[in-house]
């Protein structure tokens, strides 16, 4: 852990109540985003109008201070079949467009939300600043590193909000959390465990053939490198390292800037990697994964398995009750904190968090624990506070970039053969290493770039 990192941190955070760290915006009018009139409504509009997109969707438009004006996905009938879904809640109907281009030609378009797969999203997110828009771009908020530093580039340069989806960061017990560990409650910390555990079986690879009518496939390609149609990258690009990086990357990344946050880190010094794809199929990121981070004063390590179907994700239930915990042991997403005055376990998306302690001989305790619920309604008013205010969300970019780092550079290590790579904190690039370097950046299939002069 950087000193100077960490005096900033405690600076910030140690002599804080828990409302002022959720980072809640007060507004002129001293009223919630929430509260505005009918016409000061924020007018949004979507990229990806898929599972995620769908659900973010159909969550703005339930606010009294949101409405839509656009729907845009490579599939115009998925387009069009989401914009009747809104128009029945806000009344009137969307665009369903098959171009995002035309979302952000759009001047009514205040904000948009980029939920498109994973390698669209910086350039997606670049354009929509480019066009005067916010930006809530869903996680990962990249698909290699230097993407995300044009996207900051970007963000900053044209004065735009881009909050990342990544929720933990507006839940309150996750920001108690980060100020139990500052306040020095939990000890000396020098190694934390971050676990992402499921059931995601390999797959066949299904025969090229001709994309669906009404499906731009082309387009939905975009900055990966030129390919036939096949219905296993459209169904399964998480897996394929042309459109996205693993689960380290799709849900391990909460785990991770969770974890990033609550510790206060910000670069490790050195990042290894290693692991396997077991299973047989067509999948090409690991179903076995392990990566360690080596800070100034703190080791850190990335657990995951995607063939243990009794590791069990937080469930709903959990999610929304203010006194159920996880069962630890066989929690898929939980973070193990090691201080030297006890261990805490922190579940992200509602799972809170307890601190164990040995006062006795063989007997543990549950010293310390804090539960709350699901963040997503305070991470959406996060964002709409924002937009109004111009403050800072509690994603920024910036730190959404920073944790996704961690697994950029896990993955570069892995597909190295388990390379120690150690990180220049001042550049983000990779020292020493030309060959690590190459995975940096991606090539960019025309019209798809993203300008190094954004």
């Known amino acids: 852990m950087s000193k100077i990192h960490r005096r900033d941190f405690l600076a910030k955070t140690g002599n804080i109540g828990i409302g002022a760290a959720v980072g809640l915006t007060i507004l002129k009018d001293s009223g919630s985003a929430r509260g505005a009139p009918a016409n000061d409504k924020i007018t949004l509009g979507l990229i ?80 929509a600043c480019q066009a005067g828009k916010d930006v809530y771009v869903e996680k990962p908020p990249t698909h290699n590193c230097w993407e995300g530093q044009k996207m900051i580039e970007a963000a900053r340069k044209y004065k735009r909000i881009m909050q990342v989806g990544t929720q933990n960061r507006s839940a ?48 939905w390609n975009g900055p990966a490198p030129q390919a036939k149609f096949s219905p296993t990258y459209r169904n399964n690009w998480h897996h394929f390292w042309r459109y996205s990086s693993g689960d380290i990357i799709n849900d391990g990344i909460h785990q991770m800037d969770l974890a990033r946050y609550v510790l206060g880190v910000d670069y490790p010094k050195t990042v290894y990697s290693t692991g396997q794809r077991f299973e047989p ?88 624990q804090l539960k709350g619920l699901f963040p997503d309604p305070e991470h959406k008013e996060n964002f709409c506070q924002c937009i109004r205010s111009r403050q800072a969300p509690n994603a920024d970019i910036q730190e959404g970039h920073r944790s996704v780092l961690m697994a950029h550079y896990a993955n570069i290590s892995y597909r190295l053969g388990g390379q120690k790579l150690a990180i220049d904190r001042k550049t983000e690039q990779i020292l020493d290493n030309p060959e690590a370097m190459k995975f940096f950046k991606r090539e960019y299939r025309k019209p798809y770039e993203i300008e190094e002069n954004v």
Not at 292 to 308: G, I, K, W
Not at 320 to 347: H, N, V
Request: one cysteine or more; aromatic letters at 10%.
């Open 172 to 219: 309150p017990y996750c920001i108690a959390a980060r100020k139990y560990i500052a306040d020095g409650k939990l000890g000396k910390v020098h190694f934390c465990r971050i676990f992402n555990q499921k059931d995601w079986p390999n797959f066949p690879m299904e025969a090229d053939g001709e994309p669906p009518a009404g499906f731009d496939w082309d387009c």
């Open 281 to 368: 199929g067509a999948a090409e990121t690991p179903d076995t994964q392990v990566a360690v981070y080596q800070f100034d004063d703190m080791v850190v390590t990335f657990e995951l398995t995607l063939y243990t179907p009794y590791m069990l994700k937080i469930s709903p239930i959990i999610r929304m009750a203010t006194d159920k915990f996880p069962y630890w042991p066989q929690c898929a997403t939980r973070i193990e904190i090691y201080g030297s005055e006890g261990l805490m376990m922190l579940g992200r998306h509602g799972g809170g968090w307890q601190v164990f302690t040995r006062p006795t001989l063989s007997d543990g305790v549950v010293k310390d």
């Open 48 to 127: 990806g109008a898929g599972g995620r997109g769908s659900n973010l969707a159909m969550d703005f438009v339930a606010r009294p201070d949101c409405q839509f004006a656009a729907i845009a996905d490579c599939d115009v009938d998925r387009a069009t079949s989401l914009s009747d879904a809104i128009a029945q809640k806000q009344g009137s109907k969307p665009q369903g467009l098959q171009d995002y281009r035309k979302v952000l030609d759009d001047k009514s378009v205040d904000a948009v939300i980029v939920a498109t797969p994973d390698h669209w999203h910086a350039l997606a997110a670049i354009r």
